[in-house]
């Protein structure tokens, strides 16, 4: 990607992000909570079962 290309897609998507209202935002944001949620719980869910089989040995 050009600079010139990179540029005008951060501006591109500053002037949407801008455009938006304020109900579009929130809304934006709590799927992005959403996602984070089930991400973490796939990590760290199998990272403490490996810690309890840990201790047991």
Same mark, same amino acid.
């Given at each position: 990607?050009?600079?010139?290309?990179?540029?005008q *897609?951060?501006?591109?998507e500053?002037? @949407?992000?801008m455009h938006?209202?304020?109900?579009? @935002?929130m809304?934006? @944001?709590?799927a992005k909570?959403?996602?984070?949620?089930?991400s973490?719980w796939?990590g760290l #869910?199998? *990272?403490? #079962?490996?810690?309890?089989r840990k201790?047991?040995n």
């Amino acid at each position: 990607m050009k600079k010139s290309e990179y540029a005008q *897609f951060l501006t591109e998507e500053m002037m @949407k992000h801008m455009h938006m209202t304020k109900r579009e @935002k929130m809304e934006k @944001k709590q799927a992005k909570v959403s996602k984070k949620s089930t991400s973490y719980w796939f990590g760290l #869910l199998p *990272f403490a #079962l490996k810690m309890l089989r840990k201790r047991r040995n």
